[in-house]
């Protein structure tokens, strides 16, 4: 059965599409210059970007970009308010630096990157992220992308590239038994619901606490689907070359893997040269454009009103060097 959108946090007399992690802290970071470009790559419900707005002065614009439509159309309503000084364009944050250049904006003062999903997607049964729900096997963020399903993953990846895409993204112990169970039950019937695949996986783990499990392959499957690694590589790069001198990158993540990928694109502009030691000069040419400015963790204040933020990691550079 659908869900409807969970009334329990309201804004206003609407119900709440998702409680923004660390607000105050993100807008403190991500503002540099209150009458700047803003680029918010995850606009979702448009949380931060609302708080942005509020801080920035009318010479202030922001471009919020999501590849879900559903996200746009909420923030679409939260964010009217500001009128043109808003442009939301649908599309992945890896094609942040197209839409910018047919935007004719050649830099900006400060990118957010709050990753993974929102509160509204998980609860949503019909999108098929959650395992707590029944719903269709989906979990594409975009559901107008001509892209993979996860029942397409699950009913036609090898048993190989199942135990490696759980172990890979879910870091899950029992992968190599669940890919097993998944290729078996498959050549019955093909997956189509979440239904299904919890059922799997809950029959071959030992315990009567299987909710981690559930979330790790959920969790994988869910990267896979929507290339997350990939698009966060391809997304970071693009947000620093956009990045003005002084300008601001703020990355919210929330697993090992999201901030393991953002440390290493951060440590790689940080340091500028990649030789291997030992060489008497650089050959690489790598510059050192960015510096760190911090790193936090939630308040446990913001833990307790919000249970997304216990996991969540803020990161944030600045950049210091233009392109040239
Ligand atoms: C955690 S939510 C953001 C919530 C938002 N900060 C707020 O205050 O409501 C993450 C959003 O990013 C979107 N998203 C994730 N990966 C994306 C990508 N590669 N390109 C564009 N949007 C993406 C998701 O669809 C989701 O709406």
Request: hydrophobic share 35%.
């Amino acid at each position: 059965m659908e869900s409807k959108i969970s009334f329990d946090q309201r804004c206003g007399s609407r119900p709440l599409y998702h409680l923004p992690v660390m607000r105050e802290e993100v807008v403190g970071h991500w503002m540099t210059d209150r009458g700047g470009i803003y680029v918010d790559a995850t606009l979702g419900g448009g949380g931060h970007a609302e708080a942005l707005l509020g801080h920035l002065t009318e010479q202030g614009r922001l471009i919020g970009i999501d590849r879900d439509e559903e996200a746009l159309a909420a923030a679409a309503d939260r964010l009217r308010r500001f009128g043109d000084r808003v442009i939301l364009k649908q599309g992945t944050f890896s094609e942040m630096g197209t839409m910018l250049k047919a935007l004719k904006i050649e830099e900006v003062s400060g990118v957010l990157f709050d990753l993974g999903v929102s509160s509204h997607q998980i609860d949503r049964a019909g999108r098929g992220f959650s395992y707590r729900q029944d719903g269709p096997l989906d979990m594409r963020m975009g559901q107008t992308e001509r892209t993979r399903t996860a029942a397409d993953v699950v009913n036609s990846y090898s048993e190989q590239a199942l135990f490696d895409l759980f172990r890979r993204y879910g870091e899950e112990r029992w992968s190599r038994r669940i890919a097993r169970r998944i290729c078996t039950l498959r050549n019955r019937s093909p997956f189509e619901r979440t239904s299904q695949l919890r059922e799997a996986i809950v029959s071959v783990i030992p315990g009567r606490a299987p909710q981690k499990t559930l979330a790790r392959i959920f969790q994988a499957l869910r990267i896979e689907v929507n290339d997350e690694i990939g698009e966060l590589e391809r997304g970071l790069e693009a947000a620093i070359f956009l990045l003005k001198t002084g300008g601001h990158l703020a990355v919210l993540s929330y697993h090992s893997l999201e901030g393991r990928t953002v440390k290493a694109i951060f440590r790689k502009h940080i340091r500028g040269c990649h030789c291997p030691p030992g060489l008497p000069v650089c050959v690489c040419g790598g510059r050192r454009i960015l510096k760190a400015v911090c790193r936090e963790k939630p308040s446990a204040e913001d833990v307790a009103r919000n249970e997304r933020a216990r996991s969540a990691r803020l990161r944030v550079v600045e950049k210091t060097m233009s392109n040239e």
